[in-house]
């Protein structure tokens, strides 16, 4: 029988107002230890309102109706990789064939390459695994590190933060973002930079800064930075949890959010201005 999530709770405690699923709701809360992000996000509520849309001029809004459309093509292509697909997309050049039959796929934005390595973090549903897969053309060596903490479920992204280290993000309970260096063919672990509320979905380098998107589903997203400033995403994203980030022109971020899908599953394509530090485009669109 599948599990009930705390959303799915929440949800069908606004439609019948049921107060017996709000104390399900509650109850999960406590057992899987999310009472701080549910604090935080009441905090974020009261103080952290959604962002403005400031478009300049309508070069500027034409140049945003480009880049979304382009963004939501990139999205509509690939959104997830399954083991075939990898094997397809990346077994000429790595030996993707040696991943476990059990290996049931990743996010688009846990794959990158870097010093003739792939390198990729299941994002385990059924099995709930957060095995890192480093595969280079020769072998596929498997790092279960995130496998023995207990709240970690899923590897969100993996970003390449300079030409030897990467930073990984968990979830789903215990979300972490760790440093790790490349050594040679594998990865070791250097220290752990966020340890709480640092489940980034998504994560891009955009003029020479990186910019990380949160995961919050029905609750206050946002673009945050490794020094801590945090950009709210505008009231149609704003409690839409981050899927993915393109860029474009090294200036602008065009972040995918997303509802799940029993809170109605529509989508948002949000463009943030990473010079004026500001969202200059936020719409729905059709999936």
């Known amino acids: ?53 400031l478009v300049r001029n309508d070069d500027e809004l034409e140049e945003c109706m480009n880049m979304a459309s382009k963004a939501v093509a990139l999205y509509k292509d690939r959104r997830f990789f399954s083991r075939d697909q990898l094997i397809e997309s990346f077994g000429d050049k790595f030996n993707v064939r040696a991943l476990p039959l059990d290996f049931i796929g990743c996010r688009t934005e846990s794959i990158i390459q870097t010093n003739n390595l792939l390198i990729v973090g299941d994002y385990g549903t059924a099995n709930d695994s957060a095995t890192i897969a480093i595969i280079c053309r020769e072998r596929c060596t498997l790092n279960n590190f995130y496998n ?24 789903d309970t215990k979300k972490f973002t760790d440093l790790w260096i490349v050594e040679g063919n ?11 509320l640092a489940g980034y979905t998504a994560a891009i380098k955009v003029n020479n800064q990186h910019f990380f998107g949160t995961d919050f589903s029905g609750r206050p997203n946002f673009i945050e930075t490794l020094d801590g400033e945090r950009y709210y995403f505008p009231s149609k994203a704003y409690k839409m949890w981050v899927f993915a980030f393109y860029s474009f022109s090294d200036r602008y971020i065009a972040s995918i959010n997303t509802e799940l899908i029993h809170e109605g599953n529509r989508k948002t394509l949000s463009i943030f201005d990473t010079a004026n530090k500001q969202f200059v485009f936020c719409e729905y669109f059709c999936d």
């Open 1 to 53: 029988m599948k599990k009930i999530s705390i959303a799915e709770y929440v949800v069908k405690f606004k439609k019948t107002k049921n107060p017996f699923h709000l104390i399900k709701a509650i109850i999960l809360i406590v057992r899987q230890g999310k009472i701080d992000e549910v604090v935080f996000s009441i905090y974020c509520q009261f103080f952290f309102k959604p962002s403005k849309v």
């Open 148 to 171: 023995q903490l207990q709240g970690v479920r899923h590897i969100h992204s993996i970003h390449l933060f300079n030409k030897s280290e990467i930073l990984i993000s968990t979830g």
């Open 186 to 196: 594998n990865i070791k672990f250097k220290k752990r930079i966020r340890r709480y």
